[in-house]
């Protein structure tokens, strides 16, 4: 049983004083059954073993039983809290110092005589005390400085060479010595080393070198706003974001430089955590893009992305170049994407964290963005300004028309049924227009004019803001002017709306309308639905306009004349619409010159429909 052979390993080791292997193998034998048994642990404490075991490693003349000794303390220590409290007296670290100061002993001596440290002062408020006091800290540092030389950081045999195994024990302990809980005097004591640790990453980038520096400088600065000053004040911080931007360099072609990546960016974080402001150091390296590109990497776990996103997240707090280094490498997607992946509630608290931040930088931005709108006075933005206005109108006035469009053909298809219902009175429809609306009545004409526009409010509002902002029409006469002046500013109105028309359609079909060009056909009727349009309202004005000389016009006019004035598309009244208006004047024989501008314009559109057509 487990206290019978704890019993039999003490008495073993009390006779045999003379036979240092025999006292090895003893030691080794009592770790292996107290190493992760606090039971066994306790119950050798008990029956006066650990301190037997304690004055043996400072009593012992023979170095392989001191350092078993010493590691034996260790597991113990490590396995019972009450081992620990047990020993845990300034006395136990003023010997321990005497190993680590005495020329005779080994590197092996030594590490055993820091693991003892490391496991007094682990979660230990009290050990942590008595290694700042007995200035066993201040030895520790000494040896951090000192152990590795700049020489011996070749580590291709890392694993295997003492000194740094002894120097790994040191930043182990160190680290311990400062966190967990964490001890503002002692982080104050250990930024002292931050120069040489410094110098260490900018000279060498191996990951047996980086993680162990990392780890010690992560939980120094943690939380310690004096010490993280420092550290920036020395230009630590830059050298954490180049030794950032070399590792990504290599994650491409290294899994390892990847996951050394991750820890520098955890320690990037603690510098700068409750402390945002100095994230603006790392806006001239880029920092936060490097991170949108580890964060995108497949092989990261969730406690690695929670860091990443922690880490993006105070640095886009308050620093506005990395705020907008985040838009701009389309950083919010890549968020937003793993927050609705997830399902780890801490990682969602980090993701929401960064958003939070982004929510903030988007209403200052906005707000800047007004302010500086306001005094604009690069000649190119403004034209940009003017640009995207005249842009937004386009899309506006766009829809308008093709609302405006359904409802005319809707006028259209109602007053097409109301003409076939009336066929009785087709066949004297020549009579009827000679009788009731004879030119040389002016007053009937004129009603019968105002009439066929549908809508004048329309037509006026149609001119005044569609055609002005997309067309660049030529000053228009009054109604006392020349009426061929009217007309030929019409012609280059009419000559210029395709192209127009095409802008506007263009610019409000949403995306979905162009995808795999299978709405050609509903953009060619769009088109050709607003010119016709155009055409139809303008021809009503025009109409409206030879109305007024037919009633300046003699009764007695010859009737060569009347047929320059009118042709069968301004007599052609509700029969004429966008199915029959080519058929009708491509029938007349002698158009007048309005309706000759229109029917060109027409042909030239569909000549430019049939080309487009047989491109695609």
Not at 8 to 17: R, V
Not at 244 to 273: G, N, P
Not at 288 to 314: F, P
Not at 574 to 599: A, D, G
Request: charged share 20%; glycine share 4%.
């Amino acid at each position: 049983d487990m206290k019978t052979d704890l019993n039999l390993l003490l008495e073993c080791l009390k006779y045999q004083m003379d036979c240092p292997l025999s006292q090895k193998e003893a030691l080794i034998t009592i770790y292996s059954i107290c190493q992760q048994n606090s039971e066994a642990s306790e119950y050798f404490r008990e029956i006066g073993g650990l301190m037997f075991i304690n004055d043996l490693a400072k009593s012992s003349v023979h170095c392989i039983v001191k350092e078993a000794a010493l590691f034996t303390l260790g597991i113990i220590i490590e396995s019972n809290v009450y081992c620990q409290q047990t020993l845990c007296t300034s006395a136990l670290f003023e010997d321990l110092i005497l190993f680590l100061i005495n020329k005779d002993s080994g590197v092996n001596l030594k590490r055993m005589a820091i693991y003892v440290i490391l496991v007094l002062v682990s979660n230990n408020k009290n050990g942590q005390t008595y290694v700042r006091d007995t200035g066993c800290i201040s030895l520790l540092l000494q040896l951090f400085r000192t152990t590795l030389s700049t020489s011996e950081k070749n580590l291709s045999g890392e694993n295997t060479d003492p000194c740094y195994q002894l120097w790994s024990s040191v930043c182990s302990t160190l680290c311990a010595c400062v966190n967990n809980p964490q001890n503002e005097d002692n982080q104050n004591i250990c930024c002292s080393v931050f120069p040489h640790a410094k110098e260490c990453l900018e000279s060498c980038t191996e990951p047996g070198i980086v993680r162990p520096i990392c780890s010690f400088l992560g939980l120094t600065v943690a939380n310690n706003s004096y010490v993280q000053k420092y550290f920036v004040s020395i230009g630590g911080l830059d050298t954490l974001a180049k030794v950032l931007l070399e590792l990504m360099h290599d994650s491409s072609l290294s899994l390892s430089s990847m996951k050394l990546a991750v820890v520098v960016t955890k320690t990037l974080d603690a510098c700068i955590t409750n402390n945002s402001a100095m994230g603006v150091v790392l806006a001239k390296y880029h920092t936060v893009s490097e991170l949108l590109k580890l964060l995108s990497n497949e092989t990261l776990s969730t406690g690695e992305k929670i860091s990443i996103i922690l880490t993006i997240g105070h640095c886009t707090e308050v620093c506005e170049e990395n705020q907008c280094e985040l838009l701009q490498n389309n950083g919010l997607p890549l968020v937003i994407q793993v927050l609705t992946e997830s399902q780890d509630e801490e990682l969602i608290k980090a993701a929401t964290f960064v958003l939070q931040n982004c929510k903030q930088m988007t209403e200052q931005l906005s707000l800047k963005l007004y302010d500086n709108s306001l005094n604009v006075n690069s000649a190119e933005e403004l034209d940009m300004q003017v640009r995207k206005s005249c842009l937004q109108d386009y899309g506006k006035k766009a829809e308008e028309i093709l609302h405006r469009i359904n409802l005319l053909e809707k006028e259209h298809d109602e007053e097409r049924v109301q003409g076939e219902k009336l066929g009785s009175s087709v066949a004297n429809s020549e009579a009827l227009k000679s009788q009731d609306i004879n030119p040389a009545d002016p007053k009937k004409y004129t009603e019968r004019a105002q009439k066929d526009v549908y809508c004048p409010q329309l037509i006026s509002k149609l001119n005044s803001q569609v055609l002005a902002p997309s067309v660049t029409s030529a000053p228009q006469k009054n109604e006392s002017g020349n009426t061929m002046d009217a007309a030929s500013a019409r012609q280059t109105e009419q000559r210029n709306i395709p192209c127009s028309v095409t802008e506007l359609q263009t610019d409000s079909v949403p995306q979905s309308l162009n995808i795999n060009g299978k709405t050609a056909c509903g953009k060619n009727q769009l088109h050709f639905l607003v010119t016709f349009f155009l055409f139809h309202l303008d021809q009503h004005l025009l109409c409206s306009e030879k109305t007024e000389r037919v009633k300046s016009t003699s009764v007695t006019s010859s009737s060569h004349e009347m047929a320059d004035l009118r042709c069968l598309g301004c007599t052609a009244g509700l029969s004429l619409n966008s199915k029959t208006f080519t058929e009708v004047l491509q029938s007349c024989l002698h158009r007048c010159e309005h309706h000759r501008v229109i029917l060109e314009a027409e042909e030239r559109y569909r000549g430019q429909l049939r080309r487009v057509a047989a491109g695609n």
